[in-house]
């Protein structure tokens, strides 16, 4: 069985109890621990249902995703992001100086 580390995190930094994302979904507290505990599989539609409320993708959900967000970005965007894990750490702030200069003076 999968343990769900993630639905812990994000229930977690979104202050909830256990029992409020239960209700949420139309579950007991102690069914869906069982979820974050790996004792119970979670049904796709429930992953879905958490992914709509913490607006995240299921794929970071199911832990294939280290982005929260990805499935938002469009082509350009993901590719912006790969070229910027390419960079070192000097480039990215020559990068991040430079698009500071840009949008000042927007």
Known sequence: ?????????????????QGE?????????QHYGKYE????????SR???LADY?????????GRSEYKFEQSLDASEICLIKMWRRLTERNKGK???L????????
């Open 1 to 17: 069985m999968a343990e769900y580390k993630r639905i812990k995190d994000l229930r977690e930094d979104a202050d909830k109890t």
């Open 21 to 29: 994302i239960a209700s949420f979904l139309g579950t007991t507290a």
């Open 37 to 44: 505990n790996g004792i119970c599989e979670l049904p796709f």
């Open 47 to 49: 992953a879905i249902q």
């Open 54 to 62: 913490y607006n995240v993708s299921l794929d970071y959900i199911a």
């Open 95 to 97: 990068v991040e100086f």
């Open 99 to 106: 698009t500071e200069s840009l949008l000042s003076g927007q």
